[in-house]
């Protein structure tokens, strides 16, 4: 949370080590829509990072000594993530704008469940990696030109598609902070149809330009379509 001026649009300003214990709007102003407890926002805050994390990982698999990795999460879930994060949905700038946002008419972003937040954060932090390691050895041949390098293993790939997948109905959903009316059920419809669609969708262009059934494209465009609805799916 944070005051509408001054630093408490950048880093925040409330909530600081769970402060105001028990007291959900005191603690995190900008989450008192829900009476979970700031345990609660805590953590599920704290596996936004995990997963944020993890994108950073998936891009950089067997290139980077594992020290490094170390080294990076902590710099990304002490300074980068929260930062960012408070901007999106912590009452910063992008959510709540002050200033020249508010007076160039911009009336905040909204993020339900964090596209921006979790996984274009994450995406930035590993496109950041990605400019400083270049490319893979063997993805571009003598030519310039640039060489597929599919996955080893589809039936593992499939599996790990399907465990994001049914993740999720937590991700998504969960950030109603809560489960006893029928919008967490809303959500999880929307997200999965989402899902749906991104595998039609590259099952048909799949079809169209390399004339045959990719199913990594399938799963690809699985999690493409799961992160656009992220935001949206509230």
């Not at 345990?39 to 997963?51: G, H, I, L, N, T």
């Not at 993530?81 to 700038?93: K, N, T």
Request: glycine letters at 16%.
């Amino acid at each position: 949370g944070s005051s509408p001026h001054g630093l408490g649009v950048v880093i925040g300003g409330t909530g600081f080590l769970l402060h105001s214990y028990g007291d959900p709007v005191t603690a995190f102003p900008v989450m008192g829509f829900s009476n979970a407890t700031p345990e609660a926002k805590f953590f599920f805050q704290f596996v936004f990072c995990a997963v944020s994390l993890a994108i950073v990982w998936g891009s950089t698999l067997e290139r980077i000594k594992f020290g490094v990795y170390v080294i990076y999460a902590v710099v990304f879930a002490s300074v980068i993530y929260p930062i960012g994060a408070h901007w999106v949905f912590g009452g910063g700038f992008l959510q709540v704008p002050v200033g020249i946002w508010k007076d160039i008419g911009f009336n905040g972003m909204q993020d339900f469940a964090g596209s921006t937040a979790v996984h274009l954060i994450g995406a930035t932090g590993a496109f950041a990696v990605l400019l400083l390691l270049g490319p893979r050895k063997g993805k571009y041949g003598k030519d310039g030109k640039p060489r597929a390098i599919p996955g080893h293993n589809m039936p593992l790939f499939g599996l790990a598609v399907m465990i994001l997948w049914l993740g999720w109905f937590g991700f998504n959903p969960g950030s109603a902070l809560g489960a006893q009316d029928g919008r967490f059920a809303e959500i999880v419809v929307v997200t999965n149809l989402a899902a749906a669609c991104g595998v039609l969708g590259a099952l048909f262009m799949s079809k169209l330009m390399q004339k045959t059934l990719d199913i990594g494209m399938c799963g690809n465009g699985a999690i493409g379509a799961l992160v656009a609805i992220t935001a949206p799916s509230g």
